[in-house]
């Protein structure tokens, strides 16, 4: 097992909103890690050899092979190249796979847009070798959206009631560690910033707390709130994806990561979440989040989660998936609490 600090030189992280248009959508683009990865928390020590990727998500991807929000792209591209970074849609392209009814032709579709309209051209074993690998981790993905749409359940019980965002902390952690359920950082300090755009709308930008506000609502129709649950959560994974990619097992490289998205959600979230270390463990990686320091909700909350937010007994750097009681008693909570919305 390894530990990685990323959190060296985070002035030198690009975080911006690309608008070069008011009649396109907002890009929104930034880094989940704090700082620079490096081997040493007292030293600069930066991990080799190292890729910079930037992630794009599946909105991001549908504008380009629908030739739409072509100004804002042509500006992300160009930041892109400026910072040396390789495009790549692998979390986008895994999304499809579990929604679109004809992933294969949907990527084809969006490399001959690159070639035609940004002059960017993928030779025809690289398309092909890409289609095996997202059809490969397609299935992990659709495991780990539904994982995350199952938390944002829990997020959605407590963002409803008429408590302050304090109470509301310390109740979700109470109930996680009642129910003995997976203990999942980056979703209970999502929680917490929805708790606090609810209560300080004035402290966040109108885009954001609209798009909290949408994102928290609560479709009587049970199938039309679990499609919302698993469109959340899929929009969500963009920000996970980079800790989970960090290092690649086969190659033995390190990627840092860039996130590229249309989604307001994401731009809230990169504004006040960051990962500061990265554990390497066990053939996978997992991610330590915390406060942004830069950020709004952290100034408020930090104190409580501090206090209230602790590991599970079970809690170990190994995958176990569904042999792992807790994900089942995540589930389980799940469903009672939509229930009892029902």
Excluded at 88 to 93: D, E, G, K, L, S
Excluded at 133 to 138: A, I, L, N, P, T
């Amino acid at each position: 097992m390894h530990r990685f600090h990323t959190v060296w030189h985070p002035d030198s992280i690009t975080h911006r909103c690309i608008d070069s248009s008011t009649d396109e959508v907002p890009i929104w683009i930034g880094s989940p890690f704090y700082g620079i990865p490096s081997t040493n928390q007292d030293r600069f020590d930066p991990v080799q050899p190292l890729n910079r990727l930037l992630l794009l998500d599946v909105n991001v991807l549908g504008s380009i092979r629908e030739r739409k929000n072509v100004a804002n792209i042509r500006g992300l591209f160009a930041w892109a190249a400026s910072e040396g970074l390789e495009i790549t849609p692998i979390v986008a392209v895994s999304e499809q796979y579990r929604t679109h009814g004809a992933p294969d032709r949907a990527f084809k579709h969006y490399v001959d847009a690159l070639r035609e309209d940004y002059l960017y051209d993928l030779p025809p074993h690289e398309v092909e070798r890409l289609l095996h690998v997202f059809s490969e981790h397609s299935p992990a993905v659709a495991q780990n959206v539904d994982f995350l749409a199952h938390y944002c359940v829990l997020i959605k019980h407590f963002y409803h009631k008429p408590w302050s965002a304090e109470r509301k902390v310390k109740e979700l952690a109470e109930l996680i560690h009642k129910r003995n359920v997976p203990v999942l950082a980056f979703a209970f300090l999502l929680g917490c910033v929805c708790f606090y755009v609810r209560e300080n709308p004035k402290k966040f930008p109108e885009a954001s707390v609209s798009k909290v506000q949408s994102d928290m609502c609560i479709h009587a129709n049970k199938e039309k709130e679990n499609t919302h649950l698993k469109n959340l959560a899929s929009d969500l994974m963009l920000f996970m994806a980079p800790a989970e990619i960090f290092f690649n097992h086969e190659t033995s490289e390190f990627n840092f990561c860039y996130v590229a998205s249309g989604d307001v959600s994401i731009g809230l979230t990169l504004a006040e979440i960051a990962y500061g270390q990265i554990v390497v463990g066990d053939g996978r990686c997992f991610g330590h989040p915390g406060f942004r320091p830069s950020g709004i909700t952290g100034c408020a909350l930090a104190a409580t989660v501090a206090q209230c937010l602790r590991q599970s007994p079970q809690q170990s750097y190994s995958f176990k998936g569904r042999s792992d009681g807790r994900v089942d008693n995540l589930e389980c909570l799940a469903r009672e609490l939509m229930s009892e919305k029902a």
